[in-house]
């Protein structure tokens, strides 16, 4: 199987090539197994135009004094990992108790910067992510001092989902009381496959008895909901081993399942593995289509379990997900830490990633600014189209009624060019997926935000390329990416 950047680098080729409806079309004989080439992102929607960081800095100081204009969510990245994954993408540094010390007071530095701007206080938090790295990697005690930093700095709604990301390796009674005292009240833990061999295989850290064991002690907390991560494609994972893991995981008494696909990326220690012979090749797109559309049947099939988006299952009513669903729309997202990314009023930004660059930032009273990028014209449009798209059943009509702009017309072509194929079905006003639709969700958000600014270009204020300026990915990431190359290489040039 190809890396994951090759084949979003196949399906730019595409696009930039056609420059027509007929790049958005899926193919017609198998739209399970092989609708689109490759897969076109990890999150669909518009993203903008790299901004220089000074500029951006100051742009965003300014900002900081101007109330919030959407559902404000929060985002708090703790850089530490304990261990690496070998499929992971997301690390940056070993775990040392007392890097974690000075991250945390420097982290609460953080909150203190906008507590008396509009940008933060003008409107309730409804959700509140702690992602990484490996948040439970933390000792309680710092774990205590962020959680009540974030209620002193934060406007947390009533009713705000606050999610401590992490794994049970280490995750102790102790980290837990701090969490659950501190006012967690979603714990996400990364499973991602309960077979002992591919466990090990991954340096995964616990076996697979101990992870039911210790899920099952965890679930029985009062108003805690517990959720974990399967992902599907591993080298070795599928037929019964996949059947396994899904059987598992329905019959725990956790409150909600995520099912993502494996992927490949071209830098992790498991392509090199995998490149090197040393592992089988992870699931090729038609394998992974098959073992997702087992999880759909297994779990629809199931009377304990419901769905709430295309990938994510819910058993009972403590489990809302309603961070990651904010997250995908026009939410303006406040971040905290190093290396997490946010977005305010269009504008999204990652923050440094070199933890004493973070630092050096913070204590100097800034937003410590990494890369940011400006939005167009029509991002809040194109971003509720993505997110619509992503989340399952969507209605184009009440979406382009809300902008007063009509998008049914444009995406028509595109809309029953996949009904042909077998990704979508219609009734009245709504698209509903097919399991193949589910399958390329994010493919097709992203495709279909391509295909309305291609039109809206033509039509109106859309100077730049549509093919070149207006997404994420397959083309901003490459923005993203070229920005960050960037400034790195201005950094070392002048430390």
């Known amino acids: 199987m190809p890396s994951f950047e090759t084949g979003v680098r196949l399906l730019k080729n595409i696009l930039i090539k056609k420059r027509s409806y007929s790049a958005f079309f899926a193919d017609e004989t198998d739209a399970l197994h092989k609708a689109f080439p490759a897969k076109a992102t990890v999150h669909a929607g518009p993203f903008g135009i790299p901004m220089l960081w000074n ?36 690390y940056q540094n070993p775990y040392a108790s007392e890097a974690a010390d000075a991250y945390t007071n420097t982290l609460i530095k ?15 938090i409804k959700a509140l992510y702690f992602g990484g ?34 794994r049970l390796h280490g995750l102790t009674d102790e980290k837990l009381s701090a969490c659950v005292e501190g006012g967690v009240n979603r714990l996400s833990i990364g499973v991602q496959t309960f077979n002992a061999d591919i466990r090990k295989e991954m340096q995964r850290l616990d076996s697979p008895e101990y992870i039911i064991r210790r899920l099952e002690k965890i679930s029985a907390i009062d108003n805690l909901a517990v959720v974990i991560d399967l992902l599907f494609g591993f080298p070795g994972q599928k037929g019964k081993v996949w059947t396994d893991d899904l059987k598992i995981a329905s019959e725990l008494p956790i409150d909600g399942v995520d099912c993502y696909q494996l992927n490949v990326f071209e830098k992790s220690p498991l392509n090199t593995r995998i490149k090197s012979g040393l592992f089988d090749p992870a699931a090729t797109l038609a ?69 004493a660059k973070w630092s050096e930032m913070v204590e100097k009273g800034l937003k410590p600014v990494f890369v940011m ?19 399952g059943p969507f209605n184009l009509k009440e979406i382009g009624d809300n902008f007063s ?60 390329d549509p093919i070149t300026q207006s997404v994420y990915s397959p083309n901003q990431a490459e923005a993203w990416l070229k920005t960050i190359n960037t400034r790195e290489e201005y950094q070392k040039e002048n430390v």
């Not at 009377?303 to 961070?323: K, M, S, V």
């Open 287 to 355: 394998e992974a289509a098959d073992m997702y559309a087992e999880s759909v049947e297994h779990f629809s099939s199931h009377p304990n379990w419901h769905r709430l988006t295309n990938t994510h299952w819910a058993r009972t009513p403590l489990e809302r997900n309603l961070y990651n669903r904010l997250a995908k729309g026009p939410s303006d997202c406040l971040p905290f830490g190093c290396g997490a990314g946010g977005k305010l009023f269009g504008y999204s930004w990652m923050q440094e990633r070199k933890l």
């Open 373 to 391: 990028m400006k939005p167009q014209e029509h991002w809040h449009l194109m971003r509720t189209l993505a997110s619509n798209v992503e989340s």
């Open 405 to 464: 702009v009509d998008i049914e017309k444009p995406l028509k072509p595109v809309m029953d060019q996949w009904i042909k194929a077998g990704l979508l079905e219609k009734s009245g006003d709504i698209y509903s997926p097919t399991v193949a639709g589910q399958f390329w969700y994010v493919t097709m958000a992203q495709l279909a935000t391509e295909a309305l600014t291609m039109t809206i270009a033509k039509e109106d204020s859309f100077k730049a």
């Open 133 to 166: 790295g490996t948040p439970t990697a933390l000792e309680p005690h710092n774990i205590k001092k962020i959680l009540d930093a974030v209620r002193t700095n934060l406007p947390l709604a009533e009713d705000c989902e606050i999610t401590f990301e992490g």
């Open 110 to 124: 953080e909150f203190e910067l906008w507590n008396q701007r509009a940008a933060q206080n003008s409107a309730p």
């Open 55 to 90: 500029s951006a800095r100051n742009f965003l100081e300014k900002k900081s004094f101007e109330p919030r204009q959407t559902d404000g969510i929060a985002y708090v990245h703790i850089p530490f990992c304990e261990s690496r994954c070998l499929f992971c993408m997301f």
